[in-house]
């Protein structure tokens, strides 16, 4: 809303504007686009030019709408579908992202799914066995260890830890 704004309040015509990405039409002046900058900034936004940081913006996008709004498992594997997608190559999508953020597009994916984890283990509402296959690990097991590697502790005692910390605020 605020980048539709800034480029109506500027004159621009655009055809689309998304979380990482606005379509203007025709060209921007010099003036145009430092002044987009700068009311950007001005409200907690950034401009970016770069062709290589909004293209891994956009395979974050991708992969945080995956884990946490779809509740459908991919029907094909993660590296076709980002491809198909962004139409991109995914080795060229790899290295660009390993490149930029210091680590691989499968560990970001993992991150998000063990974060997605967290939230449904506070929620309490599910199993362990229901989140692994919400989560569309292969088994408990690999959830487990998966949240382990990531978090330091077990999915179980993240679950008994957070049920504590639950009860003793109920007791205030």
Do not use: C
Request: glycine share 4%.
């Amino acid at each position: 809303m605020i980048v539709s704004a800034e480029l109506t309040h500027l004159g621009l015509q655009y055809t689309n504007v998304d979380l990482g990405q606005a379509d203007i039409i025709g060209d921007i002046s010099t003036a145009q686009h430092e002044q987009i900058r700068t009311d950007l900034l001005q409200s907690g936004l950034e401009l970016m030019d770069d062709i290589k940081g909004i293209l891994v913006e956009r395979i974050k996008k991708v992969i945080i709408e995956l884990v946490h709004h779809s509740e459908d498992p991919l029907p094909i594997n993660l590296s076709v579908y980002l491809s198909q997608q962004l139409h991109h190559n995914y080795t060229y999508m790899a290295n660009i992202f390993s490149s930029t953020e210091g680590h691989s597009i499968e560990k970001f994916m993992i991150e998000h799914k063990i974060e997605r984890a967290k939230e449904l283990l506070t929620y309490n509402e599910l199993s362990l066995t229901d989140i692994a296959f919400k989560m569309h690990y292969s088994s408990v097991s690999h959830l487990s260890a998966q949240f382990k590697k990531v978090t330091g502790s077990t999915a179980s005692s993240y679950k008994r830890l957070r049920e504590k910390r639950r009860s003793m605020l109920e007791l205030l």
